[in-house]
């Protein structure tokens, strides 16, 4: 007996040392990806970088005709529009972007928050010399592009949003163990987060966890784990409690006139429907298009990409189509 627990006390002893030196590996980030094996395994052709000021910005540019500029959501990059860029290029100029600190695009400066995040817009559109285009946006991207096209009336023809927050969201419920996972995060391992939680949360975000992706879990965790991300993140979060999410974003959505659509998951545990149904006032000079999506989370175009791209592809045809003359 007594060699027995010997043998047992040192397989605890050894499973404590080899956690606690795990744990100082996360810490020292050991597990983090660096920016060139992110970039290798997921920026390749058509993908480019491009100096914008200070930024190093990345960007796909696709196809000819009218433009899209699209703007993805927080935690997110680029890679969430593939379903949809692939659609629309066949009859369309479509440009992504990462906008920092999301993705692989890299801005040297402290985070300003969203409203630096439109300079940043603003720059990049002058750069391109875009003149008029419709913006495609989601979650916070979808506010990045109400701010942007109320600050330029001249140049939005469209907006395309999924999941708009003009307001701070609501705390958002998870279960026991995203909140353990999320305090190990804050507390002991603040600069790595392992690939099971990124399953958990975007399962989470999906009306039908099924259509989650291995290869969207893969690129969530890659480009959110790059070294130093997370205090680049925290950066940003910060800015904008000091500032956008104050005031929200309603004055700027009451200033837009040009054809909205709204795209909505009903089974969003971030931006429950009841916000959708308060945007459309929000937007009380513009014309607006609202589509529920019932079975879809805070992603439809990862989850639903074909019914979402095709309704966004039809909006885009209508608001293009040129007027036609009366007799």
Known sequence: MKSLMKWVGMALLAIVVAGGAALGLMRAGAFNPSWEQVKERWAGPPSKFVKVGAVTLHVRDEGQGPVVLMLHSSMSNLRIWDAWADRLKTRHRVIRIDWPPYGLSIDPRPSTGLQGVMKLVEAFVEQ??????????????????????????????????????????????????????????????????????YRWTLSSLYGTPSRLKDETVDWYYDTNNLQGGFARVRAYYQANKKSLWKKGAGAEAAQIRVPILLQWGDRDIV?????????????????????????????????????????????????????????
């Open 128 to 197: 391109e010399k875009l003149d008029h285009f419709a913006i495609v946006g989601s979650s916070s991207g979808a506010t990045l592009s109400v701010l942007y096209a109320a600050a330029h009336p001249d140049k939005v023809t469209a907006l395309a949003l999924s999941t708009l927050p003009l307001e701070a969201p609501p705390p958002t419920h998870v279960n026991w163990a995203e909140t353990a996972t999320i305090w190990m995060h804050e507390n002991v391992v603040p600069n790595y987060y392992p690939k099971f939680f």
């Open 271 to 327: 931006l429950p429907t009841y916000l959708a149904d308060k945007a459309v006032k929000q937007f009380a000079n513009a014309p607006v298009t609202l589509i529920h999506y019932p079975d879809v989370g805070h992603y439809p175009m990862l989850e639903l990409p074909d019914k979402t791209g095709a309704d966004l592809d039809a909006f885009l045809s209508r608001v293009e189509k040129p007027a036609t003359k009366t007799q």
